[in-house]
């Protein structure tokens, strides 16, 4: 089997990035699926498909059933649907493979691991795509379809994958709060987010090179208790922040000290 | 005035930085003081200076004196060194400028808002410096000074410094914890922290456009509670990261409801 013809249920920010790149690596998308119908017009005029927003209009004849579909609208997706036997791939890091095992015997997981944003534009070439199967066959498709549009193809089992997502939680939303946090603090005493920008790119480039153990600094790997002491203190008038500057300090003086 | 000799006290990550951009713009280092010999040696023989490591052998006839020093062992530099008069500068985020006041009368702070570590070059050009003196003449002489390593020179009064620091320890020291939980968690299930490096990249190059609080994505902000259940799961035989999971997904929730 070759794949040719592929069918979202699905689109949204993930759906579009990946859709874009399947299009530019010439695969044909024939038909776009969405609850809105916005959105599937949307997409669908971007990589010249179909669109439509009814579960029994979804064609019948494609090669591949991409559902870029939150965990919780899978289920009733592929109830609705009722298509048998046709080859379905999930992108979501949090779902077993498992999901499909009553629906068809052709399936796999394609998960891209990016944060997507429609206003962004991002480079494919660069986003680990993950990859499982329920057989060597279809794997291999998989691996050749990520291969025209990702340099980084990996298989992972489910197990593996469900890991990813939770480090990828921590290293993208959790860092982000982060972020968020240190505008919110620069924000009150009239200073602009512009300041923590270089460092913010430093602190993530340098990971690139070195562990993260070996890259801290700061504070709490010191256990400088007076810089912490006077940083709760300064927290006073948020005790939701100051709660978690004294918690994210200790777990870092933890995993420092367990290691040392 | 115009400064022209600089004595270095201390000779760590932040004063190796500093002392090597100065010196590419053309001031001359004449002297590094540290407690330990080989640090003032390896220092000073890459900006062509002296070393000590007694402070009764600092130069007491240099323009300035660049304290870049831990906060704890200011004061003790300061009580040693019996220099009276002299210009002063200090590098610490979170040290008022007043800890100079009963040594000296001119006096200011020079502070370099960026993540150092010896084995990584950084483009000084790049970084903000934080300046703040206690008179308007010695106010210009640091800034004039600042502007010959940056294009990101600021003034900043110790209160705004002390709460820039804060939130540099969340969106630096926070972040990379966050960076290092989730390479614990891919090693444990035998992946790559590669896998995670062009998430934390694009994590940090969204927010150089894009405000944090939209950037967000994620169970968190979702309140996708089968998720985030599931990943409390997972983490059962890491008490430590699971409290912090909990705790992390919270204060995103609270913080997104809040401004609802």
Partial sequence: MMIKN???IGAGNLATHLALALKQASYSICQIYSRTRLSAETLAKQVDADSCCDYAE???????YIF???DKALPDALEALQLKNKFFVHTAGSLPMSVFENYTSNYGVFYPLQTFSKAREVDFLKIPLCIEACSQDL??????MGGEISKSVQLLSSKQRKQLHLAAVFTCNFTNHMYHIGQELLQEKGMDFDLLKPLILETAEKVQEIPAKAAQTGPAVRFDEDVIKAHEESLNMHPDFQKLYRFVSESIYHLHKNEK
């Fill in 58 to 64: 979804v064609r019948r004849d494609a090669d591949l």
């Fill in 139 to 144: 794997e291999s498709e998989l691996m050749h």
């Fill in 68 to 70: 870029a579909l939150s």
């Fill in 6 to 8: 592929i069918v979202f």
